[in-house]
C-alpha cells in the first residue's frame, strides 16, 4: 500500500503481496509542480518546431528503450502494483504497438491538408491542419501502469506538445522508470517531466495552467479533476471507471467464450476497467456455459509466488469494496457458485463467480474492480441488451454469437465492441479508446486519439478577388440579387 508520511513531502509504496517498502518518493507540492509545468513550457516550442518525421524517430528511440529494458520494467510493476512479470510484459507489448502507430502516424492524421471550397467561396484556399495544444498533463493509473499512460504520452509527444506526467502513487517508480528511460533516448529535449505525489499533486497539476489534462481513473475522481479544471476552464479527457459485460447467444462457441469471460473478469486480478464483470448468457446454453466458466476458473489462483496466475488486489481500500459486493450480493439471493467472502486473505482475493444476483445488486451496479463476475440467465439477446445498456457506465462490451455478433454489438451502447474475442478493439492501435457516461469522454488511440492533445486550425487564402463581394460596405443591389438568386438554386428547392 502507498503512505504519506507525517511531514506530507516524501511517501512510502509498499508491495501489496508483502507489505515491504519497495519505494519512497518526494510529495511534490503546488511550487514542485509548477516548476516541472514551467521547464515543460520553456521546451515546448523546440520540440513542437521538429517535423512529424524527427519527433517519430526520436520517439522510436524511446520505445527501442522501453523494449530492451521490458524485463526491468516488467519487475518493478510487480514489486508495486504485484502484477505477475509475465502479464507486465504483455502490457508494454502493447503499449509500444501504440506508441509506434502514435510515432508513424501523427504526419498524415494532424498535418495541413486541402479542404474544398463550395460555389460561394471559390476564390478561396482552404486548408484544416491540427497544432499541438502546447503542454499537457498526463494524470495516469495504477492498474496498467505502462499500458494506459503511454496511450495519452504517446498521442501528445507525437503532436508535438510537452508532457508533464504524474503516475498513481501506488505505482511512481514505473512512471519514473517511464520518465528516465524517454531522456536517455531523447537527450536535449525535456519534454517530459515527472512529478510524483498522491491526490494534492493531482489537484495542482490541474490547477497549473496545463493546456489540457488527460486523465484515467474512477469516475469518482475524475468528477474531482473536472470540478478543478473548471476553475481555470482548462479541457480534459476522461477515461473512467467501467461495468463491462459480456454476451453469450444461443450459438456461441461455449469453449472460447468460458475463456474469455474468465481472463477478461480475472486477469490483474479483475483490476481493469474493460475487464468482464457482468455475463449475460441464453438461456439455452446457460448451465452448459457456467460449469465452463467454473472449471476454467478453478485452474487461477491468486498468489505472489511464480506460479500464480493473478496477483494481489493493489489497493487496500479495494478489498472492502469487493468484500461488500459480494455481502450484497449474497443478501439479495445471489449464489456464490465459486470462491466468496472465505476465498479473501488479506490483499488476494480468489475467483469468485456469483449467479441469480438482482440487477440492483452493488454487484451488478457498481464497479468491483477484483477478481469476480455475476452470471445471469436471459431469455434472448434484447433481455441482454437491455441489461448491459441498464448500467450507467458505457466503455466496452464483449459479444459471443456465430450469426448475430455484429448486430448485438451495434445495439449495445458502448465506446467500443468486440465480437467472439476479448476487448480486441484496445489492441488495434488505429481505434480510439474511451466511453460513454459515467465512463469518460474523449479518446486515446488512433487519429481520435492524437486529435485529443491539438486544436483544429482552418486556414484561408485568398486566391483572386471574388465577382461577388459580399463583406464590403460597398456591395451593390445587383450583388444582392445574384446572392438571393444564388440562394434560391442552393438552398430552395429541397423537398
Known sequence: MTQ??????????????????????????????????????????????????????????????????????????????????????????????????????????????????????????????????????VIGPWNYPVFTPLGSLSCALAAGNAVVFKPSEFSPEVGKWLAEAFAKAVPGHPVLQLVTGSGATGAALCASGVDKIGFTGSTATGKKVMAACAESLTPVLMECGGKDALVVDADADLDAAAD??????????????????????????????????????????????????????????????IREHLRDAVDRGGRVVLGGLDAIAGQFVQPTILADVPEDALAVTDETFGPTMTVARVADMGEAVERVNASRYHLGATVFARKQGEDIARRIRAGGVAVNAFVAYATIPALPLGGVGDSGFGRVHGPNGLR????????????????????????????DRVVAALTTLLHGRCR
Not at 511534490?28 to 515546448?44: F, K, L, N, T
Not at 486566391?463 to 461577388?468: E, G, I, V
Open 4 to 137: 504519506v508520511q507525517a511531514n506530507a513531502r516524501t511517501f512510502e509504496v509498499r508491495d501489496p503481496g508483502s507489505g515491504r517498502v519497495v519505494g519512497t518518493y518526494p510529495e511534490h507540492d503546488e511550487a514542485e509542480v509548477a516548476d516541472a509545468v514551467a521547464a515543460a513550457r520553456s521546451a515546448a516550442p523546440r520540440w513542437a518546431a521538429l517535423s512529424f518525421a524527427e519527433r517519430g524517430r526520436m520517439l522510436s528511440r524511446w520505445r527501442a528503450e522501453i523494449a530492451r529494458g521490458s524485463a526491468e520494467l516488467a519487475a518493478v510493476m510487480h514489486a508495486e502494483i504485484g502484477k505477475p512479470p509475465a502479464d507486465g510484459k504483455l502490457e508494454i507489448v502493447m503499449g509500444l504497438q501504440h506508441l509506434a502507430w502514435a510515432s508513424k502516424n501523427a504526419g498524415k492524421v494532424l498535418g495541413p491538408r486541402p479542404v474544398p471550397s463550395d460555389l460561394m467561396t471559390i476564390n478561396q484556399r482552404a486548408t484544416l491542419e491540427y497544432p499541438p495544444l502546447g503542454v499537457v498533463g
Open 260 to 321: 474469455a469471460a474468465v481472463w477478461g473478469a480475472l486477469s490483474n486480478a479483475g483490476q481493469t476497467c474493460l475487464g468482464v464483470e457482468r455475463v449475460y448468457v441464453h438461456e439455452a446454453v446457460y448451465d452448459a456455459f457456467l460449469a465452463k466458466v467454473i472449471a476454467a476458473a478453478e485452474d487461477v489462483r491468486a498468489g505472489s509466488d511464480p506460479a500464480a496466475k493473478i496477483g494481489p488486489v493493489t489497493m487496500p481500500s479495494q478489498v472492502e469494496v
Open 452 to 479: 485529443e492533445f491539438t486544436y483544429p486550425k482552418a486556414i484561408t487564402r485568398q486566391r483572386f478577388p471574388s465577382p461577388l463581394a459580399l463583406t464590403t460596405f460597398t456591395r451593390t443591389e445587383f450583388t
